[in-house]
Antibody, heavy 119, light 112 residues
Framework: QVQLQESGPGLVKPSGTLSLTCAVS?????????WSWVRQPPGKGLEWIGE???????NYNPSLKSRVTISVDKSKNQFSLKLSSVTAADTAVYYC????????????WGQGTMVTVSS | DIVMTQTPLSSPVTLGQPASISCRSS???????????LSWLQQRPGQPPRLLIY???NRFSGVPDRFSGSGAGTDFTLKISRVEAEDVGVYYC?????????FGGGTKVEIK
């Protein structure tokens, strides 16, 4: 059973860069899944950030595209998120999730990591 | 972007009674491959979301059969045949037919 675990700093300064990693265990990141990042501001709904395939192909939400980079490290079986020029509006719980072609839905989620943007 | 609108915002339900959540999309969710990529997620308090239903009506592995999905085109429904205490949480619909992937605003199911 595939499991996902997010990690990274819980506090980022305004105008800085948010960096998170999602470790994939119990399966290979080179499987036929897309790997996504989704965020949820406190008390609010879900927002898709973007996704990556093991080949390195990516798709991003246009609302964040200018600030987002998602990358994959097959040797470490993990993928990462970088979000630049952050503001308080980027404060949220950040989830990584898998998106297999069999369901075309987010079937496995990490536990999430809270990131606060504050000086 | 495809806008997903859920109703109601909140649904107080008596244990053992049915519950129904509606999700409407701003445009058809039928993909050019003929599939409709509409899914439903449950988020219990303090937990990450959990997949319940994919492609309108397919229950994901381990999901109780009291959960069912239906609909077509732009109108979709999630039904819980008999609400149990563990069903309390927020339910989201999500479309994956067109980028960017988008979610409904959520419906809170609570016990009366």
């Amino acid at each position: 059973q595939v499991q996902l675990q997010e990690s990274g700093p819980g506090l980022v300064k305004p105008s800085g860069t948010l960096s998170l990693t999602c470790a994939v265990s119990g399966g290979s990141i080179s499987s036929s899944n897309w790997w996504s990042w989704v965020r949820q501001p406190p008390g609010k709904g879900l927002e898709w950030i973007g996704e990556i395939y093991h080949s390195g192909s990516t798709n991003y939400n246009p609302s964040l595209k200018s600030r987002v980079t998602i990358s994959v490290d097959k040797s470490k079986n993990q993928f990462s998120l970088k979000l630049s020029s952050v503001t308080a509006a980027d404060t949220a719980v950040y989830y990584c999730a898998s998106f297999p072609g069999t369901t075309n839905a987010f079937d496995i989620w990490g536990q999430g990591t809270m990131v606060t943007v504050s000086s | 972007d495809i806008v997903m609108t859920q109703t109601p915002l909140s649904s107080p339900v008596t244990l053992g009674q049915p519950a129904s959540i509606s999700c409407r999309s701003s445009q058809s969710l039928v993909h050019s491959d003929g599939n409709t990529y509409l899914s439903w997620l449950q988020q219990r308090p303090g937990q990450p979301p959990r997949l319940l239903i994919y492609k309108i009506s397919n229950r994901f592995s381990g999901v109780p059969d009291r959960f069912s999905g239906s609909g077509a085109g732009t109108d979709f429904t999630l039904k819980i045949s008999r609400v149990e205490a563990e069903d309390v949480g927020v339910y989201y619909c999500m479309q994956a037919t067109q980028f960017p992937l988008t979610f409904g605003g959520g419906t809170k199911v609570e016990i009366k």
